[in-house]
């Protein structure tokens, strides 16, 4: 079996479709797959949480580049 990169949730994915189709192929086993599939699962939150963390960096930066000055706030 080669090195898989998953560094994306559509890696994932096409890893999982793969994998189902290995299994329904009847190359690997129940066990297996299961196994396989759960560290997907944990694989997949990582990136999502990766995402968001990125997104909220980005954000929190243009905040700090729009904000020279103290916030004020509108009556």
């Known amino acids: 079996m080669s090195k898989k990169r998953l560094k994306t949730l559509g890696d994932v994915r096409r890893y999982l479709a793969g994998l189902l189709n290995r299994y329904e192929a009847g190359e ?26 990125e997104r909220i960096e980005k954000l929190e930066q243009e905040v700090k580049g729009k904000n020279h000055g103290p916030i004020r706030r509108a009556c």
């Open 28 to 53: 690997i086993d129940e066990t297996h797959l299961k196994a396989c599939a759960y560290v997907s699962n944990i694989l997949t939150s990582t990136i999502k949480d990766s995402d968001l963390e």
